[in-house]
């Protein structure tokens, strides 16, 4: 089950270092909102991938409900319920609002996550 692959953790960190850049320096409409969440279910399947060796499916579905509960989690203000109002790294994490296009960008990154596991030859490629 544990199980370290280059390629996958090569993708995490190239996708890591993209968020980064993204939070310090997209302070634009589009790029911070849309692409920082299609990225982070991406980034999210990557890392789970760099370190367990479990079928493909079942992380995509794990992270993808993941998300969506973080998104939950906005909706009904976790981070007040938790007393992280103060805190300068939860809502980085956690995020601020719900926003039904938040669900969409993450959809979006677990179909192309999808598209590209069902390709020809994408269980060899990642090892």
């Known amino acids: 089950m544990f199980s370290f692959s280059k390629y996958y ?3 995490t960190v190239l996708l890591f270092s993209i968020e980064v850049l993204i939070a310090l320096y997209a302070h634009d409409e589009f790029i911070r909102p849309y692409a920082g969440d299609f990225l982070i279910v991406i980034f999210l399947f ?3 991938k760099a370190f367990l060796n479990v079928p493909s499916k079942w992380v995509l579905i794990s992270v993808l409900l993941f998300s ?3 998104e939950a989690g ?3 203000n976790l981070i007040h319920h938790l007393g992280l109002d103060q ?3 939860a809502p980085l994490i956690l995020g601020n609002y719900f926003s039904w296009t938040d669900m969409v960008a993450y959809t979006l990154g677990a179909a192309v996550i ?3 596991q069902s390709s020809p030859g994408a269980s060899t490629q990642a090892h």
């Open 9 to 11: 953790f090569g993708l």
């Open 46 to 48: 990557c890392l789970v």
């Open 114 to 116: 999808f598209v590209l």
């Open 68 to 70: 969506y509960c973080v």
């Open 87 to 89: 805190s300068k790294i």
């Open 74 to 76: 906005q909706y009904f």
